[in-house]
């Protein structure tokens, strides 16, 4: 089978723990998703606590390794709750979500924790899909939470994934 050029999957993905001389890169990976981007130095700070942890999808290509994604994740207690996950535009839906995601939930899973958060855009299909396949269950909501560049609003969905 011949794939579409735009469809050849990244050579040689891992998914490992996020760390500080990443963090340029994930914001840039987080502007080219949020209206509102996060810089390096928030991103570094995050890193910097000690309950916050992450993950980053790096691809070596010709001896240069790229960031093509990764996921921040904040521990309290026994629950966890997902603070942003990014891919890169042209490397979406291939997977490295799904990657970076079920290494939080193998993580979560290790240090005992009950149950994961996260909050997402009732009209981002492809996120709400992602969380659904993972068995995320919507608990919740915030009517109007969001709202985009033309200004309309849209509402939060809350959903928790237990994991005990
Ligand atoms: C949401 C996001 C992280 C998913 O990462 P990804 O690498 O594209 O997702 P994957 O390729 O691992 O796809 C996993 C599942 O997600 C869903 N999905 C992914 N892309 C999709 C799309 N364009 N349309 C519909 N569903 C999609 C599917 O259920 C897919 O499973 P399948 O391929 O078996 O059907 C990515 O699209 C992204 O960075 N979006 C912009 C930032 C964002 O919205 N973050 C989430 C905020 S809560």
Same mark, same amino acid.
């Given at each position: 089978m011949i794939w579409p050029f735009d469809r050849i999957w990244p050579?040689?993905?891992v998914v490992d723990k996020a760390e500080r001389n990443h963090t340029r890169r994930m914001a840039e990976l987080h502007a080219f998703s949020f209206t509102r981007p996060w810089t390096d130095g928030e991103f570094d700070d995050?890193? =910097?606590q000690k309950t916050v942890y992450g993950f980053t999808a790096r691809e070596l290509?010709?001896?240069k390794t790229d960031i093509l994604g990764f996921v921040l994740v904040?521990?309290?207690a026994d629950e966890a709750e997902i603070l942003t996950i990014a891919v890169a535009p042209r490397w979406q839906g291939r997977g490295i979500g799904r990657?970076?995601?079920d290494k939080v939930l193998a993580r979560a899973h290790g240090d005992r924790t009950e149950s994961v /958060?996260?909050?997402? =855009?009732e009209n981002n299909n492809p996120a709400v899909r992602l969380y659904r396949k993972l068995g /995320?269950?919507?608990v919740?909501?915030?009517p109007d939470y969001y709202r985009d560049s033309a200004g309309q609003r849209s509402s939060a969905l809350v959903m928790r994934r237990d994991l005990r």
């Amino acid at each position: 089978m011949i794939w579409p050029f735009d469809r050849i999957w990244p050579l040689d993905v891992v998914v490992d723990k996020a760390e500080r001389n990443h963090t340029r890169r994930m914001a840039e990976l987080h502007a080219f998703s949020f209206t509102r981007p996060w810089t390096d130095g928030e991103f570094d700070d995050l890193l =910097d606590q000690k309950t916050v942890y992450g993950f980053t999808a790096r691809e070596l290509r010709w001896g240069k390794t790229d960031i093509l994604g990764f996921v921040l994740v904040r521990a309290a207690a026994d629950e966890a709750e997902i603070l942003t996950i990014a891919v890169a535009p042209r490397w979406q839906g291939r997977g490295i979500g799904r990657r970076l995601m079920d290494k939080v939930l193998a993580r979560a899973h290790g240090d005992r924790t009950e149950s994961v /958060f996260l909050e997402v =855009d009732e009209n981002n299909n492809p996120a709400v899909r992602l969380y659904r396949k993972l068995g /995320f269950i919507q608990v919740g909501g915030r009517p109007d939470y969001y709202r985009d560049s033309a200004g309309q609003r849209s509402s939060a969905l809350v959903m928790r994934r237990d994991l005990r």
